[in-house]
């Protein structure tokens, strides 16, 4: 019984998965507008590994000003030397996305020393890819902190300017457990359906306003995302 149920788990990721795939060619055939991100101030957690910093390269290489913020100074570090070498402008800042306070500080310190976000990445994220009964309350904390929460608390610091100069883009990295539970992934997967459901809700309200709020609803990454 317990094998059906992860296969079950298993299947219905999958058929999230292919959801995802599917729009994803609808939007490859029907493409937004491009438009040039040269001059945006792209602010992106998680920024010291893995899609983080492949996102922040290529932001760059097309003409944004970078805010990386990771937990990981070295690294965090290295991603802003990176854009550097490449003759891109990057500023690095450490922040704990698991701390409420400690975004409310750092955000005012990129505002104080950089200037205001017009681009937010909502993409620090962790997995503890443990048993719910077998996972200690405090991962299970840590990882609703990081892949939930943090996306009230980063959006609470830099949504009110984008509204009052009606511009500016939010966007939040998500996951097809963001869309079908699966075994094993209890709190992984409340922690992006909480993500999905907050990108939801901001979008329809922002929707009054000339600016964008988008999720992408990621498949397969290989990063280092491991808790615990």
Not at 104 to 110: C, L
Request: glycine share 10%; charged share 20%; net charge positive.
């Amino acid at each position: 019984m317990a094998l059906l149920k992860d296969i079950i788990g298993v299947v219905l990721l999958f058929v999230a998965s292919l959801v995802a795939r599917l729009l994803s060619v609808v939007r490859l055939i029907f493409p937004p507008a491009k438009k040039s991100v040269s001059g945006e101030i792209a602010l992106i957690t998680g920024a010291g590994s893995g899609l983080g910093r492949g996102m922040a390269l290529s932001f760059a290489r097309l003409g944004a000003t970078i805010v990386a913020w990771d937990i990981n100074e070295e690294a965090n570090e290295a991603t802003v030397q990176m854009i550097r070498q490449e003759g891109g402008k990057a500023f690095g800042f450490v922040c704990d996305c698991s701390k409420r306070d400690d975004i409310y500080r750092v955000a005012q310190k990129v505002k104080s020393s950089v200037g205001h976000v017009t681009i937010l990445i909502n993409n620090a994220g962790i997995v503890t890819g443990r048993k719910f009964l077998d996972c200690p309350d405090d991962l299970i904390q840590k990882t609703m902190d990081i892949n939930t929460n943090a996306h009230f608390w980063t959006t609470k610091a830099f949504l009110p300017h984008m509204v009052e100069q009606n511009h500016g883009h939010l966007v939040s990295i998500a996951s097809a457990a963001g869309l079908a539970g699966t075994a094993g992934l209890a709190d992984y997967c409340t922690s992006k359906f909480g993500a999905v459901g907050f990108a939801d809700s901001i979008r329809v309200r922002l929707c009054l306003f000339v600016y964008l709020f988008v999720y992408f609803v990621c498949r397969w990454v290989s990063w280092n995302s491991r808790a615990g």
